[in-house]
C-alpha cells in the first residue's frame, strides 16, 4: 500500500513535466523564441492545467 506525507514530491510521478518546463527555460535562456515556442508546445499538451504556462508564454511573445 503506497502511503503519501502530505506534499512529499515524487521524483517519478513529477519530474516528466519539470523536464520539459526546463526546455522551455533553456530555449528562453538562449534567446530562442522559436524554440522555446515549440518547446512550450509540449508541457501545454501534456499538462492542460499548469499555472506555469503562461509566463514563458509571455516571454516568448516578447523575443519573437
Known amino acids: ?3 503519501t506525507l502530505g506534499n512529499q514530491l515524487d521524483l517519478f510521478e513529477h519530474s516528466r513535466d519539470v523536464m520539459l518546463r526546463n526546455d522551455v527555460l533553456a530555449a528562453l535562456e538562449q534567446r530562442n523564441a ?3 515556442c515549440e ?3 509540449r508541457p501545454t499538451a501534456e499538462y492542460s492545467v499548469d499555472a506555469f504556462a503562461p509566463i514563458p508564454r509571455v516571454a516568448c511573445c516578447e523575443l519573437a
Open 39 to 41: 518547446a512550450l508546445l
Open 1 to 3: 500500500m503506497k502511503q
Open 34 to 36: 522559436t524554440a522555446g
